[in-house]
Each structure stands twice: as C-alpha cells, then as structure tokens.
C-alpha cells in the first residue's frame, strides 16, 4: 500500500536509502527453474553505475549484488529471490548543511509534508539509487522475456535541442550518452558539458522498444499494455511525460492518416505502419512496442536557487553534492527495467486469458 | 488481475459491454456517511452521454443509472456501492456487416488474439461505453474530494492546430468541444466538422486541473502520484501520450530554468513557477496538479481504409455505425474521473502515512 | 480493501443489502471459451434458497440470477461477469420494532461501532443473503474445476450431538439436512426441530471434500491452500472454527502416527492415510482435500434475550423475522462454492510456478 | 502472487530458506514517527530461537536480527523496513542422505510436484526458520499496538491430553513449555520428553488472546477479523485446525447458549459471556479476541517410517537432522505475531472505514 511494489504476478519490491546501510530489492513470482547468476544482473546493474563517464556523477559505488534466497544449485527455486547491493560511498557530510533547506525540484518538502520527518541524507528514499533495486529485477526479467525472443532496448533519443535521426542499435553502448546515432551522439555530449560548466542540467528523452513481443498482452479496461507502461515509466525520477507510438503527434493527425492499415506479411497479420507503437486498446498487436519518456533537466545544480527553509525564512541554495548534469544515459537501463518487468507480468498474466487445456 | 478494478482504498470495478444488457461499476472503499443520490452520478453520466451535439455519436441512450447498494437513508453505508445503466439503444446490425474484418485502429485483432474469441458487436468490452461506470464513480470522488476543498476540472486544450490561450473556467460547459477558450472554441468545432464531412476524425489534448490539494498525496517509489495519474489517463481509450506539469517541453529546459523556486505565501510554503505540475518525488506540494493527455482522431472512419479478414484476405472497410467524430468533449469528464478517482485514492492512502494518533 | 472481494487470480466482489434492490457479484478472471448460461448457476442457487423445507426460513425468494456482462454467444468472453439476483420479499417491518436494539449474537453493535450507521433491515450487509452472490460464482468455479476432474462435495457431517458415520454421496440432496448418512439426517432433523419448538437454534459441522484435485496446487509460505481453506470457510456467517484433515484430533497423536505413510498406487505417489486432509507445507498433495467449519446456532431467536439499546438502557429482545434454526443445510453449498473458489484459483496460480514452455 | 506477503495496508514479504544466506523480511506500510531499534526485534526473535531448552532442536543460531532500510535516527521513516538475519549453523550434511526420499508429514513431495526442482536442504523455503521474519515483523506491529493499548498474549494452551486450566500470564516465559499452569507445564514436559525418548514427537494447542481491542475492528464479507486471523495461523508450519472463541464447542450449543447477552459495564457496551470471541459479524466487539490453532506433532521424527524415493522405490527413512519434539514453544511467539500483524493491519483499515473529517 505503501507504493515500494510493483507488477502483480512477478512482482517486485525495492527497499534502501540513498544514505543507509544499501539497497535491495524482493522479487516475488518469478517461475522455478530459470538459471541465474549475480553476474546476469551485475551486468545491467554496471550500466546504471556512477562514474562510467564525465557527464555521470563522480560517486563511487562498485554496486556489488548479492543473491540472499530464491536460487538453488544456479536456478530459480519459485521462491522469492532477494537481492541486496551495499552503500559503500555514501557521503553525507554535504547534507548537513542543507538539511533545513528544500532543494527545488526535489521532494524534500513533499516528505517532510508526508511523513513530519525526512533521512535528509541524498534524498533518503526519494533517491535515485532506489533504482538499483530495479534494474536488478529488469535483468531476471529480461532473461525470462528473452527465452520467448522477446527484447528491450533503450536508449537517448533526445537531449536538449538534438534528436537522433539513424538507429543503430550497435552504436548505443559505444557513446557516453547512449544514443544510436554518432554523429548526434557528440552534440549532445557537448550539450550535456556546455551545462555543466555553468553549474547547470540538462533535459532529454529516452525511447524504449520492445521487439518479438506476441498479441494478445495486456488487460482490457485498466491494466492495458499502456497504460501500465506509462505508470511503469513516469515512476522514473525525473520522469514528466509518457508517450506510445505517435503520442502527442497524433494530435496534428487525421484518423486516416493515424489508423495503421492491416495488411499480411506471409501469414502473418501485421500492420502497414505504426502509430498505434504496438498497441491496440491496450493490447499488444506483435509490432513494436515504442514507448518515450521526457526526463527534466537534473533538479540538484550548483548554481544559486531561491528558496526557503524549513522555518520559512528566505534562503539560497547551491546543491554540491555529486550530480549528474543529465539523467538520460543512466536512466536508459531503469528505462528498459521497467518496460521488461510490465511485459514480463503481462506475459505471466497473459497465460491466464483463455481456457486451461 | 483481468485488468478491470482500479485503486488500492476507493476502488472500483466497471463491467459490461457496448451491446450487452448494459454498463455498471462496484465501488469498493467509500467512507460511510457520505449524502449520495442518482442525481449526484447522473449529472457526470450526461456529460459523457452520446447524441448532445453535432460534434458527437448520434446514438440515443438516456444512460439512467440505478444505485442497487451500499446506501441506505441517503447515506454511503461503507459497503459496496453498485451502479448500473442500461443498454438501450445499442444497434448491433451495422456489426454484422463487418465481424469478420478488423477495423483498423480498434481492438478487434488484439481481443481475437488474447481470447480466442471476440464480442464484435461495438467492440464488446472495448468500447468506450466502458467509461459510463468510470464516470459514475467519479462523481462520487469528486463529492468525496469537494468535502477536503478539492476541486477537479478538465477542458480540451487542443484540437488539430488550435490551442486555448484563454482559460475561462464558466466558457467550458458553454461550448460543445469543452474548450475555456470562447474564440479557439469556434475554431475547433469547424476543424471537426470539416473533416467528419470528409468522412474523417481529428485529434485533441484534453488537459485537468486539480485545485486544492494538500501536500503529501502520492506514495514513494512505484505509486507516485505522477505515476498512477499516469497509468489513470493511459487508461483512457484512444489516449497515447501523458504528461505532467511542463512535460514534454521540459525537454528543452535546464535545469535553472525548469526548477520551481520555493517562496512563501504567507505562511505557506508554494512555488514561484509550477512548472512540476503540482507534484515532487511523485508527491503533490500543494500547487495546482496539471495534467494532459493526447487523444488519437477516433479510429472509426467513414473514409475507406484498407485492412484484413479473419481469414487473412484482403480487403477495404468503411466504418459505418454511429460515431464520434473528435473524441475530447466526451472525453473531458471521463478525464476528470480519472484524475478524481485517483487522488481520492491517494488522499485515503496518505491518512496511513504518519504513526495513527 | 473493505473486504468484499475474494480471491487473486479468480476474483468475485460481491455487493447488495439483504433488503435492498438485490445482490449480485462480478467475477474477474474467468478465462475466455467457457460455455456458461444462467441455467448453470440458478442450478447451485436453488440449493441455498430459502424456504426449501421446514428447516429452513420461511422467507420466498425465486432467486432468479440473470447474467448481465461477460458471456456472448453462450461462452465467457474473458472479461467480467456481472450476475444479480432481485429480492423480491424482503420484509422490512419486523426490523422497525428492533432498530434501536441490538441483536445478541449479531453484527449490529459491530457495524454501528464501525461505520457510526447502520442499515438495521435484515443485518442489511451483514446478512447471509450476500452468499447468494458467492454460490453463483461458486458454480462457474465448480464448472471450471469440472474440465479439470475436480469435483467439490459438501455435506452436513454433525448437527448437535449427531455426527454422521457412513457416508453415501448420493444421500446428500435426499433429506432435508444434507446429511450423507440417512438414519443419522433423521436424528439431525428431530434435532432441530425440538429446538425450533423451544424459539430456539442448534449448531453443527459442514464437510467438504474436493476429489481429484492435482499435487502442486498451494503456495509457500502465506497463501498456502490451507490457510486461504481457513479464510475462505471462516468468512461464512455463523462459522467459528475450520479444520483440515485431521485437523483438532492432531493434538492427541503422535508423530508416527499423524504423518501419512508415502506409498505407491500403481506409478503414482500416494499416501497411506490422510491425516493431512491433501495437503501438505500448504500444497495439494493428491489426495482428497478434507475440510471442516463449526458452525454456531443460529444467532436470530425467537427466545427472549437480554440485550441494550443504542442509548445503553436495559431491554430484552425477540428476534421475529424469519430464520433458519440451523444454518448447516443451506451453508451445504455456501461451503463448496468457498472451497471450489480457492481451488479454481490456486489451479490457475500454480499454471505460474514454473517456466513458461 | 506466489504467497510470500500477508497484510493488505500493514504488509510483510518474507524470503529465505533454511541453508541459504539468510531469511528477512521487508515490512511496508508502517507509519512514519515509530521510535524502533534492533532490539525491540531481537527480544521476541529470541523467544523462537532454537536450543532454548531440552524441549527444543539443538541448533545454534544466534539469529541477530539487523534493520537495511526504514529507520533513520532512531524513527520510522514510512518507507520499506528491510530486516534481515543470517543463517549461521546451517548443516546441510544431513539432508544430503535424504535428497532423494520425501520425507512424510513435509512439503518435499509437494514442492517437487509444484516446482519440478526442489531445495531439499532442510525443506528449503518451507522450513519453519522463514518464520523469523514473521517474529522479526510481529514485534514491529506489537509496539504499534502497544500505542493503543492493545496487547497480544500467547502461550501454550494444551499438549498431547494435557490442557492448561489456570491462567497465570506471568508464570508463561517461566516454563519452557509457555505453558500460563505452572502444574500442567510439568506434565507437558514430561510428555514431551517421553515421546523424544521413543524418537516420537507430539502435538498441541496454543491460545492467542487480544485484550484491548476497540470495536469496529474487521470488514465485512470476506476480509472478516476472524477469516483473516484463521489465514494468519493455518499459515503457520504444523497447524492443522484454528478456532475463535467457542469455536468446535459451539456444535454442542443452543442459540440460547452461544448468544453473548448484551449489558452495560459502565457506560461502555459490553458482553456478558464471551463464546463470540470478541468477533461479531467479523468485526471486534472490544470484548478480547480469542483464538486458538491445533498443530499437529513435529513431523520430523527419528522413528523409521514407511517412503518412497523420487523414482518410486519403497523406501524407510529416519529423520536425523536436529529437530523440535513439539513445536508449541516455539510456536508461541510466531502465533502472537501473526495475530498483532493480523490487528494492526485491520487497525489500519479501519481508519478508512468513515467518511474523513
């Protein structure tokens, strides 16, 4: 009830402070028998580590997981499988001087609001590093979804002004900004330096799609394939917009312009085009999935914001600390977590729909 | 887990098809004591109801609803409250005609594909007629929400080109697209009615606002209030895109910029800017909620398109029936159910956050 | 979250008042492709109907359940099912005269001490008239579990100091008491109705006995099938205690005599005995689920009681209306649709247990 | 969805197995501003710890509970409690001589059915040591009760014939059988000792009373106080049957009987006798709540027993391994924390029963 689950048949919970003894996460309905590894998750967990490059913050986390249950002689029991990843560069010395503050754009205020009381220590809770816990689970749930050659790749397809225009996949891990397009790739790291130099952030986009995905996922009414995607998205930090296919474009469209006809492909029912992103009243169509999310410019700069304290005096505030000047490079792997675990579930769900046989 | 209940405390459940005996929804979790009569759902139901304009289906359905529990002496009991409205226009004939195409843009192919088996006459239980029982909910929410001093209320923002500059709450109900903007209004009504002449169907962005709400609604994590807002409008038909606040413009902002400066107001802490649409950590501050949705044209089109049988051959579709030609008007009040069933959900969740007095 | 639903995967809701409109449930998760008419349920509801003997209350209602959603073409089409049942004789007058006492044995004082209101005609939501509800959705589980060789079986085991000793299926639906021993139903009605004569009411035992039900059904820890056998059975009107296989009588054995002797009947594993009732660390183990609820005398008496008024003044009380001297008869197929909900969704939670193929 | 959580707003999510790294907790749902430490755990983990007495398996663990998340300065946060203890004295030798045998009375047949693999280490995740995350989070919901004055008191109310028949709460943690008759917690031991001796083990009854209750506890229909307390101790390793007040004694009893008058204590409403056990309609009347489990005799036993292997093959089997001869003692403890989760997640709930002021 408290809001720390997420998917109803492999769900997962995350647990763990920004400053405390570490994170973890519990994920539950996972089915018996899959091979598992720390290694499978080290890997995903390394792509949304600190200090892989200049424009991700310099905190120092090796981000070591650890299987505490769930798996016997290297696969999955059908139990709950807890994983948990220690804090061991936590600094909180820069907190204390501004644990009377509210940084603007964080939820300092909102929790002390919420609970009377806040760990003002790098956000608590409200942290970014909550999202090991889910890029962990992400990798169990892309191993599964991979067995039914099903795949999710992210990556940044805008920062500031500059959008990729070619899509090469192989080029994603090769730039620092994830992008998979090279050539943008640079203008956007120089974008990303341009801000940080002044003591600001950035904003941008990242788009994930969902290859090899069957019909026939998703509920009717509210548990749609989309709808639990944009909830699975917008629970990013930063996250301030979700969008399926054509999004907000289809605003400009015409209904004959946006319908995407359906034609064969062997023996195959497909569709010409795909504005729908994969998805027709709420239920996958086996095209691509294509969902985007619009991430804000970091909130935590060093530059000087107006403010006030918790007594309500006026005040100004720097965010020292150890920041990132954009989100998106990192927030691609926690991009594709999500969407994996809302397909996984609803892979799971999906099993349910028709008769027994 | 078949995806057709809503909320975690004040959680409803809607049943029914578009051709079926009729539409109905169980409210689980109203507080008792809660004055409730028929009028107070029926004046949201005729909102949404079909046949109120040119810029609307011509169906005929008086859409009475029925209380057939949970009240007792005018008064919520705190037991389920069930609500239906019966089907009594519904014209299944022109269904006939074309149960064995799939329409494209709709539901047809995904729910044959799910289940084996479809409900084709309207879309069965894909049918935004689905939404009566949202729409009755959410006039409970909102009377439950009116209590705390929380108001809701939604708009269409835009239609094709054309944007709302001017937001005068007494135009929306004056006009039949819902816009606030007087002038813009106009325009929008002869952009729809340019392309229904056609045989075609535009698309809008409905936007609400929600007034009055505390800080500390939203919970960590999964179930930030962005987040279930999110999932809440997704779930919408026809909907692709949601944001919050500046949303997908915040793309383009820094972080300087994006960042709402705290101020006081009196004694209150609040924003200078609200560019994160009322909600921090995915937990409201106090400032006005803002929320969008973009609306694809309707997919049912007079205009010939092509598509497939079930067979696999290939053929044309002309979407006869009765149909909207823009979606937004009707959909502002469901919109706003949503958005009202969602923070009521949230308002009784946060009575749990801090240790019971 | 205010209790009125059941299950996880096969979920009902019910709703309705004892002297409202009616009552009705909505069950969600059916799997599409079930043949299903209103013949199917009306069949079990017949069974719970008042007024079938002179053991039962005198109260007449047809019972009449009409399927509102869910089913086209005769089969279930995967989304809800909404069934309702009108009342047709309920009798408010007699519950004028009590409205300000409560009823000794009865949920009056809880309700009011709960909601601070109440719906005092006929226990309004407290009243055994909402299990209507549940064996209706009780006979689409039966009729599930049927394709799958489970069958569910209950029957009256002991009524005051009668306790069956042989047990013939067949005999059940021959008496009036639901007994599967013929001489020992003659005793249970002499039994009870001595006690009618006296304005009075007796206790007894239901036993339900599910055959063919595969090993594997059960999850670990919380939601073993014995512990939701517990809850299920337990939430029943008038229920004060449930058992499973040997259940009470466990506590005289020892060890060596309790457990249940591995065995092999052809190729399968067996077990010798059934102390266990089927189940084992919470998982069906093959063998017959064996289960057992306590039911207390009927709490409504014509004998007068000593009870208080809502403003705390002595009073004694008769409680008129019409009422059943020993609920076990009728709480005959209350208990199999409660066990036959749990096994339909343990077997579709256990399709999840192990890697998809 | 796989079993591993209890409580609906209060909610724990246990994992861990007998011989992996460790079992835990992650308790969600507590209120923020709860002064805890890790020794207000520690205290009740310790009444279940192992080789506490001659009446108790001999294995050693030090079960030093330690809090990862949830508590900042000494309070509750009101985010995601992660409790965890390490597995210290694990002897997986043992087990190595049986992989291949199912062990009667235990979950190894049916896990392997379920999962189609299994941990056979000490029964994996069906071993009772997963309880010590129950403990761990019973002693969280304990001192939240405390707050309102509602106290959980457990103990041994019968083993084998011998049944408390005083009730001294102060003399329960001065015998080793927690037994509230210092006379008959001899002869318990005695019998408990005797059947060791013989390689034989024996069952019981323990007794949970909740004084300080309000009325208003509980919902109506399924999520009954009662039902919900029968899951909470079915759940429990080795219980076989569960009770409220008169419970099975109510079979034998007239309605005139059973009935608990209404009268006056004061000016506060009140029963005269108790057979209700403090539940009417499932909801608490403020009279205690009174619940009882029967567990059967410990299942591992050193006297030879009739299996069979996993290929079918007759077999005998002596379950060496360290073991309890009658798991009541340590019972005691798990008991009183399924109830206080059992309360203080209904206390909880209730809070959202009346309209909010």
């Keep these: 009830m408290s809001g720390n689950t997420f998917g109803k048949i492999f769900k997962i919970a995350t ?26 998750m080290q890997k ?7 200090g892989q490059s200049k424009v991700t913050t310099t905190r120092k986390e090796r981000d070591a ?42 939820a300092d205020y ?29 990798a169990i749930a892309k191993k599964l979804l ?34 998979p397009d090279k050539k943008i790739a640079e203008k956007m790291v120089g974008h990303i330096m341009k801000a940080r130099k002044k003591g600001d952030s950035v904003g941008g986009i990242v788009e994930v799609v969902a290859q090899g995905v069957p019909p026939g996922l998703g509920e009717p009414v509210f548990d749609r394939l989309d709808a639990d995607l944009a909830k699975a998205l917008m629970s990013i930090p930063a996250v301030k917009g979700v969008e399926v296919g054509a999004g907000f474009a289809s605003v400009a469209m015409l209904g004959s312009e946006h319908n995407d006809a359906f034609v064969m492909a062997g023996k195959k029912v497909t569709t010409r085009t795909n504005n729908a992103g994969g998805i027709l009243g709420g239920i996958s169509n086996g095209a691509d999935i294509v969902a985007r999310m619009a991430v804000k410019p970091t909130s935590s700069i060093l530059k000087e914001q107006e403010t006030v ?49």
């Design 44 to 50: 995903e967990i390394d792509r949304r580590r600190t």
């Design 146 to 179: 991979a067995r039914h050659k099903i795949k999710v790749v992210g990556y940044t397809l805008q920062i500031g002004p500059y959008r990729a225009k070619t899509f090469d996949y192989g080029e994603i891990e090769n730039n620092i900004v994830r992008c």
């Design 309 to 357: 304290t918790v007594k309500g005096e006026k005040a100004l505030i720097r965010v020292e600390g150890r920041h990132d000047p954009c989100v998106c490079p990192r927030a691609v792997p926690i991009a594709e977590s999500m969407v994996a675990l809302t397909l996984i579930d609803h892979y799971l769900r999906n099993k349910l729909s028709r008769l027994p046989k």
């Design 65 to 106: 997981v650890r299987i505490l249950s769930g798996v016997f002689q290297g696969k999955t029991t059908g139990t709950p499988i807890a994983l948990w990843v220690e804090n061991e560069d936590a600094d909180s010395s820069k907190y204390e001087l501004i644990k009377d503050l509210f940084r603007p754009g964080h």
């Design 110 to 138: 909102t929790y002390l609001m919420k609970y009377g009381f806040r760990d003002y220590r790098g956000g608590g809770r409200s942290s970014a590093r909550e999202t090991v816990g889910r890029v962990a689970a992400g």
């Design 15 to 40: 647990w763990g402070e920004s400053h405390g003894p570490g994170v973890g996460v519990v994920v539950e309905g996972c089915p018996a028998g899959l091979p598992l590894k720390e290694a499978d």
